[in-house]
């Protein structure tokens, strides 16, 4: 598994693991993920305070604990939901008070004294964005993050935390049909911030389920694309590289993106998926021509744009 280091020497595994979706109600399935993600070489756990209340934290530090291997994994939350484990109920809150007091609680829940990156769960541009840069410079210098970035796909956010802070990472939705990173990823490059690409796979239709899903979760299109779009190109695609859509979606990631991919899964059978797709890119790529591969998708992937929060 290749290793992506960010400028602040955080080491990610290429494939990280989104736990989102962890069947909490099955200990034994849930930690056999993440036993089989560790055993293939996946050390990037991504999780957040917001998932599944809390529980989603929970279930990791307690993965932690008993398997004593906080030292092998590269461990990630997020912040800036306040939410009542009661209900549910969540409001936006990323002021300084907030952070410095949530990153007690995911402390506490995931069993660990530091996180090695803490993300900001979103932002606005109205937000007090100095203010919240200070808490996780704070945190830094307590020693109780290692590094810090945000997840967000608002251009004019993105452009105020990569000229005003020091920020990591920057996590997006990032994908062959919402590609619209690649007109910030040049940004990104510039600044030596790493991209992690979440939702890879776009909800599942970039997989052999494809046919299926497209009918249940994308009949009415997605950022302009038709549903018979979506299933012309997938079929286009696999047609041009005699591969399955699953793995040139990993290939995409492989070309574009300069940092790590970030699949989830709930079942273990997806993990494994995750991991032979990968893979399978990882070798496809070593023996073709990376010119070929980009003249391929920008032939055929259609390119879109953000429109909303411009800069």
Known sequence: MKIIQSKHNIQLSQLGFGAMNLPLEDTNQTESILDTALDNGITYIDTADLYQKGQ???????FMRQRKNRHKITLLSKVGNEFNPLNDEVKWNPSKEYIMSAIKDSLSRLQTDYLDMYLLHG???EDNKDETIDAFETLKKEGLI??????????NVID??????NIDVIMMQFNLFDNRPLDILPSLVNNNIKLLARGPLSKGVLTDKYATISNSKFNDGFLGFSKDEMISTIQTLENQFQLPIQTIAMLYQLIYSNGAIVCGASKLEQLNKNIEHYHSAVQFLTETNIDTCKNIFETHVKSIVYKEHLV
């Open 123 to 125: 932002g606005m541009i």
């Open 160 to 165: 105020y935390y990569i000229k005003h802070s």
């Open 146 to 155: 290692r590094s810090y970035g945000i997840s967000s796909i608002r251009p």
């Open 56 to 62: 989603n934290e929970i279930a990791i530090g307690r």
